[in-house]
């Protein structure tokens, strides 16, 4: 429990907020950029189906766009889609070879659908592009399971549930 502090201190994003800015800004200029924004405020805020949709509208205007793929496959795996998650986080490092969160995601897509041998070579991909980030990533997940843990135990705990509403949120 001791790794909850710096995520019980943080507090939540203004979600309503950053959703109606976001709206308000693409009724001036239908950006990717934008609609990724707002796909992940939509993400955020428990809305999939309407974040689905703006990451695929930012994929249809831009089709290079690797954090759009990557946000996209985080919404799918959110859903309990990993096998549809999956081909987006490997479009992401295609597009973007650095991008060692979307090779752990796709890690965590596979080893979701027990393809273990798949998920232990994004693993590798990941740590050999981003150590620090898959050792902190580690960290993480090692909190949530601690996390759900104390869930389990006393389920009525507001500060555990806002707790694990931050930590699954995306990285």
Known sequence: MIYLLPVLMAGALDLPGEIDAAKAELAKSR?????NRLGFFLMESGKFTDAQGQFEEALRLRTDF?????????????QGRP???APHFERAVLLKP????????????????KSYLKAYKWYNKAKK??????????KKD?????LNEGIQNDPSNPMLQKAKRLLDSPS
């Not at 950006?31 to 609609?35: I, K, M, N």
């Not at 592009?129 to 580690?138: F, H, L, N, Q, S």
């Open 66 to 78: 690797a954090v759009a793929e990557n946000n996209l496959g985080v919404c799918l795996l959110k």
């Open 142 to 146: 090692k909190v949530d399971r601690e």
């Open 98 to 113: 650095d991008y060692a969160k979307a090779a752990f995601n796709a890690a965590v897509a596979y080893f979701r659908q």
């Open 31 to 35: 950006t990717p950029e934008l609609l």
């Open 83 to 85: 096998k549809d998650a």
């Open 129 to 138: 592009i981003d150590k620090a980030y898959v050792e902190e990533r580690g």
